[in-house]
T-cell receptor
Framework: DAGVTQSPTHLIKTRGQQVTLRCSPI?????VSWYQQVLGQGPQFIFQ???????GRGNFPDRFSARQFPNYSSELNVNALLLGDSALYLC?????????????FGNGTRLTVT | DAKTTQPTSMDCAEGRAANLPCNHS???????VYWYRQIHSQGPQYIIH???NNETNEMASLIITEDRKSSTLILPHATLRDTAVYYC????????????FGKGTRLSVIA
């Protein structure tokens, strides 16, 4: 079975530009979460979506936004890119978001902002 | 902030059992202990989770102390492919609380 797929795998952008990252969850999973991982740190929570509604948001500025589509895929958008946005962006999917439902992660999109 | 404490790094000889400790002294009765690992340049991989009882699957065993204040992840026969950063995470049983990652333990399996 296909796992969580993310595209693109790598991306280089310039400061001030905008970027859109894409995620397809595991078939049957209706919840999608986004995490940011900077070098040397553990992943940090950005957003969670379930049934196309935002169910949680981490401590990130309004430049970060996301949405979930009827097929449960998701996009993460980042506007006005800063050098500090350079990171690995991870998408994870799960069955209905409950504590006993493990998150399954994709291999991420490596974003470099120059 | 992460509610767990893990050693920064550990070494293990190939073929031997790797025992990764985690301290979660402030865990409440309605929180799971989760373990993930992250191999270089990949996303975190779910390993196992448990509440009170010890758990075992095809990847690992999870031993939780009776007072639930600490746990140990056991990889019974470590291979070079088990070299990774291992994260121990505490997560509520209900609701949709996101995973809170600490810095994890960097396990190096040595031939």
């Amino acid at each position: 079975d296909a796992g969580v797929t993310q595209s693109p795998t790598h991306l280089i952008k310039t400061r001030g530009q905008q970027v859109t990252l894409r995620c397809s969850p595991i078939s049957g999973h209706k919840s999608v979460s986004w995490y940011q991982q900077v070098l040397g740190q553990g992943p940090q929570f950005i957003f969670q979506y379930y049934e196309k509604e935002e169910r949680g948001r981490g401590n990130f500025p309004d430049r970060f936004s996301a949405r979930q589509f009827p097929n449960y895929s998701s996009e993460l958008n980042v506007n006005a890119l800063l050098l500090g946005d350079s990171a690995l962006y991870l998408c994870a999917s799960s069955l209905p978001p409950q504590g006993g439902s493990p998150l399954h992660f994709g291999n991420g999109t490596r974003l470099t902002v120059t | 902030d992460a509610k767990t404490t893990q050693p920064t790094s550990m070494d293990c000889a190939e073929g031997r059992a790797a025992n990764l400790p985690c301290n979660h002294s402030t865990i409440s009765g309605n929180e799971y202990v989760y373990w993930y690992r992250q191999i270089h340049s990949q996303g975190p991989q779910y390993i196992i989770h448990g509440l009170k009882n010890n758990e075992t699957n095809e990847m690992a065993s999870l031993i939780i102390t009776e007072d639930r204040k600490s746990s140990t992840l056991i990889l019974p026969h470590a291979t070079l492919r088990d070299t990774a950063v291992y994260y121990c995470i505490v997560r509520p049983t209900s609701g949709n609380t996101p995973l809170v990652f600490g810095k994890g333990t960097r396990l190096s399996v040595i031939a």
